[in-house]
């Protein structure tokens, strides 16, 4: 490429995947600032400059994330987390309050509460993508049916005329 020529554009595939890749950025960025207490502004610097597309020995190369898309989960994440957590609660069953579930899974749930309140997203897409987070991170267990099923009844309560 020449100096001062515009990159291509990501074609609808690519953009559909950098959106994904978001979403798995914004549950890793919102474990990461719940365990060392960092601010929004720190995480998403972070994740942007060293973990977008970076290239790993064990694990090969990262795929670039949605900037934009990437900053709204966490953000919104953090700052409607008092609703989110709500509504995660009234999903969970009473004996397992959002406070006691599994870290990751308590930021899958934030970041997805974040899309299905505050986004446009259908529901059923943010439901499917977040989904698949659940088994990138829980690959052997059942956790991925418990999402899809916590995630359904968070989505059918923000947004009722979805369904």
């Not at 994904?20 to 914004?26: E, N, P």
């Not at 694990?59 to 957590?85: C, K, P, T, W, Y």
């Amino acid at each position: 490429m020449t100096q001062g020529a515009t990159p291509p554009k990501p074609s609808r595939d690519e953009k559909k995947q950098m959106r994904s890749a978001a979403r798995l950025y914004a549950v890793q960025a919102l474990f990461q600032m719940e365990t060392t207490g960092q601010t929004i502004a720190a995480i998403c610097r972070e994740f942007e400059v060293h973990r977008f597309g970076a290239t790993y020995e064990d694990m090969g190369e990262f795929i670039e994330g949605d900037s934009v898309h990437f900053r709204a989960l966490v953000d919104h994440a953090v700052n409607h987390q008092a609703l989110i957590d709500q509504m995660t609660d009234r999903a969970l069953v009473a004996k397992w309050p959002i406070d006691r579930i599994d870290p990751v899974l308590r930021a899958l749930f934030r970041a997805a509460g974040a899309e299905l309140t505050q986004m446009p997203t259908p529901p059923k897409v943010a439901i499917t993508e977040f989904v698949d987070v659940a088994k990138a991170f829980f690959p052997d267990g059942k956790e991925s049916k418990f999402v899809n099923a916590v995630l359904d009844h968070m989505a059918r309560e923000a947004k009722p005329s979805a369904f």
